[in-house]
């Protein structure tokens, strides 16, 4: 399954790379709710570091059960945003936990490199004991 294919719905905003988002926000404006996404790009890159999607708050019949100001409709989030907000929410999980491995792997090999050079250092100084046969 390849990356865009496994978030339909963000590949359908035409997020062809979703592995480069950083980061996401969602402001509601005269009812319409406008979603962010921040992208992580090089420096130097000349493709947008953010891009805007805006989502009309769909309108849905209330019935008579639902208390408001009377007019039988009720404004919900767009069906479409819901989802979206759903797979980048799953997508910042997965990219927490692989940023979290790495950087296990690293503090890892921080303390691989340090224990070397200690033993390293503690050698030099033993064979620095060792009596020259002259």
Do not use: W
């Not at 019935?63 to 979206?84: C, F, W, Y």
């Not at 690293?106 to 002259?134: F, H, N, Q, V």
């Amino acid at each position: 399954m390849t990356k865009s294919r496994a978030y339909p719905t963000l590949h359908e905003l035409g997020v062809t790379k979703p592995m480069q988002i950083d980061d996401y926000y969602v402001t509601n404006i005269n009812q319409v709710e406008v979603l962010r996404i921040v992208y992580d790009r090089p420096k130097g890159s000349f493709l947008t570091s953010s891009k805007t999607y805006k989502f009309p708050r769909a309108q849905v019949d209330a019935g008579t059960n639902v208390p408001g100001d009377g007019s039988g409709t009720i404004l919900r989030t767009h069906p479409k945003l819901v989802a979206a907000l759903g797979e980048l929410e799953e997508l910042m999980k997965a990219k927490s936990r692989k940023e979290s491995i790495a950087a296990r792997i690293l503090s890892e090999i921080i303390l691989l490199e340090e224990d070397i050079a200690m033993r390293t250092e503690c050698l030099k100084k033993l064979a620095g004991k060792i009596p020259t046969a002259e």
